[in-house]
């Protein structure tokens, strides 16, 4: 079974522009997650979709925004771009079966992004 | 999400069994207790979960007390692909925000 792929692997860009991120979750799961992983701040949670719908969400400003479609696909848009959104930004699936399943997450090889 | 506590680097030696162990007092009833494994510039990689006792699997084990409030990773024979960022979480229940520590930075030497 495929792992969970992202795309792009790397991207530069420049302050004030917009980015969006793409994640494809394992075959068969509905929850997609985004963190975002910095060397001094560590891996922090943007947020969780599962069916479409946001289910959970970090402590980050509206410029960081995604969405999932019906596949389970999901996108990450992060607009007007500050130097401090350099980061690698990883995407994991899991099966998303309920709110007290205990559920195990499987993580993307991650997008650097680097902004100039 | 149960807070974790976690050293913030050890050093090991090829061939050596290292044990990491995790502290998470608050943990709650129905928290499962996770470690994934980290390399640089990669995402996060499963490696074990348990709920209490021990549980092993072909590259770890778990061993959790019966009070649950730590929980030991245990890598047997480790070899130099084992320097990475080991992470410890507890409880992946929807309702919280899921929270990664700052992982134990584990050094192989030769």
């Known amino acids: 079974k495929a792992g969970v792929t992202q795309t792009p692997r790397y991207l530069i860009k420049t302050r004030g522009q917009q980015v969006t991120l793409s994640c494809s979750p394992i075959?068969?799961?509905?929850?997609v997650s985004w963190y975002q992983q910095t060397p001094g701040q560590g891996l922090q949670f943007l947020f969780e979709y599962f069916s479409e719908t946001q289910r959970n969400k970090g402590n980050f400003p509206g410029r960081f925004s995604g969405r999932q479609f019906s596949n389970s696909r999901s996108e990450m848009n992060v607009s007007t771009l500050e130097l401090g959104d350099s980061a690698l930004y990883l995407c994991?699936?899991?099966?998303?079966?309920?709110?007290?399943?205990?559920?195990?997450?499987?993580f993307g090889p991650g997008t650097r992004l680097l902004v100039l | 999400l149960a807070k974790t506590t976690q050293p913030i680097s050890m050093d090991s030696y090829e061939g050596q069994e290292v044990n990491i162990t995790c502290s998470h007092n608050n943990i709650a009833t129905n928290d499962y207790i996770t470690w994934y494994q980290q390399f640089p510039s990669q995402g996060p990689r499963f490696i074990i979960q348990g709920y209490k006792t021990k549980v092993t699997n072909e590259v770890a084990s778990l061993f959790i007390p019966a009070d649950r409030k730590s929980s030991t990773l245990s890598l047997p024979r480790v070899s130099l692909s084992d320097t990475a960022v080991y992470y410890c979480?507890?409880?992946?229940?929807?309702?919280?925000?899921?929270?990664f520590g700052k992982g134990t930075r584990l050094h192989i030497l030769p």
């Open positions: 979480l507890v409880g992946l229940n929807r309702d919280d925000k899921i929270i």
């Open positions: 994991a699936s899991s099966l998303g079966r309920g709110p007290l399943e205990e559920e195990t997450q499987y």
């Open positions: 075959s068969g799961h509905r929850s």
